[in-house]
Structures are given as structure tokens and as C-alpha cells.
């Protein structure tokens, strides 16, 4: 298990959709998120999952990195702050000591390149069913799927096909 687990923004919305920020512990210990996700999550305007992220955080299911996150010689290309951020902290603790929590493409692309790994949301759901968090990750999706929060059929089939769902 990775040392670091760091998550960008979209997995902490997503899993604050289906109820699953409480299995981050469980699947991970501690989940760090830079201040860049942190205020991008939680802007103060009732945005979808701030109350659950909010919560998460006071419960210290997440944690936010208090430490200076220094620039690193790689080329990090044109991402946004807080993909960028993630990317860092986990370049600064070595990217064979963290896992990054992160859906967008551009950004899972530079971090594998980097030597980085990756999960997404998907990733997370499949996670939680076989650690026995939850009964059906097919579920999960459904209920993700009633949302805009979306994310590939063929992401979705290959999760429900490894937790035996398909």
C-alpha cells in the first residue's frame, strides 16, 4: 500500500454522491488533499458534496497537506491547480510512496507517466465492494449515473466485471 493517498476533486464528489467518503479510511487511511482540491470542493456555496466533504474532513477521513508543496523539476504539462498540486505532493513524498485519486484523463496520463499510480472514482467503488464496504458497485454507479456526474460505460464495465457484478 502507498504511503500518501492524495485526491483531486472529482473522486471526492463523486464518492460524496454514493455515500462513500466514509470508506476511505477503510480502503486507505488517510486521504490528503491539497488547499487548491480543498477549495475547489468546498467554495461556500452549497456546492454537490460540500456538506459530505466538509464532514469528511472534520472527521479526518480527509486531511488537508499543511506542507509547503514544492515545484519539481518533471514537466507537469497544462493541468489545473489542483491536478497540479496532487501531482506534486505526490512527486515531493516519491511517486512510488503515493497514490493519486483522480478522474480526469490529462491529469491520470502525466501522473502514470511520472511513475505516479492512479485510481478514479470507478476505481474507488470497485475498491470498496471487494473490501465488503458495499454490497453492489453496480448500485453505485446506478445512482452516480442519475447524477452529471459521469463516467465511461466501458470504465463501468470493466470494475462490475472484476467485483463479479457482470
Avoid at 40 to 65: D, F, H, M, Q
Avoid at 80 to 97: H, K, P, W
Avoid at 115 to 121: E, H, K, L, R, S
Wanted: proline share 5%; hydrophobic share 50%.
Amino acid at each position: 500500500m502507498a504511503r500518501y493517498v492524495i485526491s483531486d476533486a472529482s473522486p471526492l464528489i463523486g464518492l460524496a454522491i454514493v455515500d462513500g467518503l466514509a470508506w476511505l479510511p477503510a480502503l486507505f487511511g488517510a486521504v490528503w488533499i491539497p488547499p487548491s482540491v480543498q477549495r475547489e470542493v468546498l467554495p461556500g456555496v452549497n456546492a454537490r458534496g460540500e456538506p459530505e466533504i466538509t464532514a469528511a474532513i472534520k472527521s479526518t477521513a480527509l486531511r488537508v497537506w499543511k506542507k509547503r508543496i514544492p515545484v519539481p523539476t518533471a514537466n507537469i504539462g497544462d493541468l489545473d491547480e489542483g491536478e497540479t498540486d496532487c501531482i506534486r505532493i505526490a512527486l515531493s513524498e516519491g511517486a512510488g510512496n503515493a497514490i493519486i485519486l483522480m478522474d480526469e484523463r490529462a491529469g491520470r496520463a502525466i501522473a502514470s507517466e511520472l511513475g505516479i499510480q492512479v485510481a478514479g472514482t470507478a476505481a474507488v467503488i470497485g475498491f470498496a465492494r471487494r473490501h465488503g464496504l458495499i454490497e453492489s458497485a453496480k448500485a453505485c454507479f446506478e445512482r452516480l449515473h442519475t447524477s452529471d456526474f459521469r463516467i465511461s460505460a466501458e470504465v463501468i464495465q470493466t470494475v462490475l466485471r472484476g467485483v463479479g457484478e457482470l
